[in-house]
């Protein structure tokens, strides 16, 4: 099983990004998938969470300003980030809980700088 995530970038401070994580391999059904972070010096951080069912968890740090999604038939999660802050910036990483196992993605760098 291998994540592949994607959409991080340079955004100046207010402004929205969309990131996305796509699982392929010999999939039967995925648990919860997430979204952690890690800026420098930091350890890595829950940002958001998203069960099978649909429902959600996030860090308060980002209540009202991001949202997690999933696609089940794509074996996809999203990030939307509206309002991005310096402090978002880090390295974004997502991971999904399949079988007895828990699958990293590589990291997307995301940037919040004017």
């Known amino acids: 099983v291998q994540l592949q995530a994607s959409g991080g970038g340079l955004v100046q401070p207010g402004g929205s990004l969309r990131l996305s994580c796509a699982a392929a391999g010999n999939i039967f059904s995925i648990n919860d998938m997430g979204w952690y972070r890690q800026a420098p010096g930091k350890q890595r951080e829950l940002v958001a969470k998203i069960t099978s069912g649909g429902s959600t968890n996030y860090a308060d740090s980002v209540k009202g300003r991001f949202t997690v999604s999933r696609d089940n038939a794509k074996n996809t999660v999203y990030l939307q980030m509206n309002g991005l802050k310096p402090e978002d910036t880090a390295v974004y990483y997502c991971?999904?809980?399949?079988?007895?196992?828990?699958?990293w993605g590589q990291g997307t760098q995301v940037t919040v700088s004017s």
């Open positions: 991971n999904a809980d399949i079988g007895f196992f828990v699958y």
